[in-house]
């Protein structure tokens, strides 16, 4: 599995970014996709995460009616629409693919099996 991520960029605090990431491979049968994100120094952080057949979407706290993570079955295509940023969302964002989910470990950034190039987003305030 392939996976090319895009759409990060600069913007000022209350603004908006579209996150896309493009899979190519992976049977998508019971898998998910998912969006974290690593400042340097510290561990990957879990953002947001999707289950590619049902649809189901997790949410860390901090982003929680801010971030909507959506995926396009046809374009093979996770998109992460984040709102309302601020300066603590400053981060490298990772777009990972996870074979075989589970759910108790959707969150972990060691279950995931494939992982995007990263895309820089910068919230200024």
């Known amino acids: 599995v392939q996976l090319q991520a895009s759409g990060g960029g600069l913007v000022q605090a209350g603004g908006s970014l579209r996150l896309s990431c493009v899979a190519s491979?992976?049977?998508?049968?019971?898998?998910?996709m998912g969006w974290f994100r690593q400042i340097p120094g510290k561990e990957r952080e879990f953002v947001a995460a999707i289950r590619w057949s049902s649809g189901i979407t997790y949410y860390a706290d901090s982003v929680k009616g801010r971030f909507t993570i959506a995926r396009d079955k046809a374009k093979k295509t996770v998109h992460l629409q984040m709102d309302s940023l601020k300066p603590e969302d400053t981060a490298v964002y990772y777009c990972?693919?996870?074979?075989?989910?589970?759910?108790?470990?959707?969150?972990?950034?060691?279950?995931?099996?494939?992982w995007g190039q990263g895309t820089l987003v910068t919230v200024s305030s």
């Open positions: 990972g693919y996870n074979q075989g989910t589970i759910t108790s470990t959707i969150r972990s950034p060691n279950m995931y099996d494939y």
């Open positions: 491979g992976g049977t998508f049968s019971n898998d998910a």
